[in-house]
């Protein structure tokens, strides 16, 4: 059983602690968070210990390893002292957002990679994982085509877009690693953006933006993706190739359907944000995590996945501010 620590007891530590506590072969084991009474609030719940120091984490002989849920400018500091402490390590994305880091973390744990996994968890949604199966099966033929809908149903306080590194590195990674998952790497990157919230304008970001990514054989991959959704947190993707089509659709409160005077097809709500649609792959992501540093294997998606990802946020990021195509080396 793998004992488990959690670093950072906001939001996104409380759902992985959740996780942790619910996986017969993982074990709750210790939550960290510097702010005063944060983890023990959340440990209390779980039975487990709990500490405001960070250090405690890797020191703990208790703890086979860490999940990083901590702020983003804390990632790659705490990834090294997790592998220089003998752990292993799964970290929320992105690993940073500056690509020197990055690279400055993977030199740091140098033939220690295979011990560490980076969060894309939307790999291991059930509808995700099904298609890209079904993809490389065949049944499409070559993969020509992908779309990938991401909208959030609302935007994120601005307090925290201003530290997010902008809609690219924060959002839109997600999916260019799930364009990768797909269709492989890609050799240049176009975009169009645009700022209707006048408060996102205002830090220089973006709240609307479509990503075109094209690979060596020529297929294309096109992101769209919005900091606000009318209808609700809509993540949606098509795979189409000469033999048809294949679709993941957004997932709602109920499959019942209502027809009559007053409208037809009538359908439940979207779930409601990440933490519902996305419960599956989380404990997908988990049990991968587990099963891979139990067997002495290399989990996936990889701290070299999260580099990728954050080149071609940069990419997307640099082509809309330069409005040109930007190629990838």
Known sequence: MLRIAIIGAGRIGQVHARTVAAHPGAQLALIADPVAGAAAKVAEGYGCRSTESVDDVFADQGVDAVVVC???PYHVDQIIAGIAAGKAVLTEKPVDLSMARVEECI???AGNEHRVMVGFNRRFDPGVMELRQRV????????RQLTIISRDPAAPPAGYLTASGGIFRDMTIHDFDMARFLLGDFVQVATSAHAYIDDIGGIGD???ATVTLTTASGAVCTILNSRVCAAGYDQRMEAFGPKGSLEATNLR???IRFNGSSGTEVAGPYLPFFLERYADAYRNELDHFITSIEAGTAPSPSILDGKAALALADAADAAARQQTTVPLG
């Not at 490389?136 to 993969?143: P, R, V």
């Open 107 to 109: 030199a740091a744990i």
């Open 253 to 255: 409160t109920t499959g």
């Open 206 to 208: 973006f709240d609307t």
């Open 70 to 72: 901590s702020p983003t």
């Open 136 to 143: 490389q099966a065949g049944e499409i033929g070559d993969l």
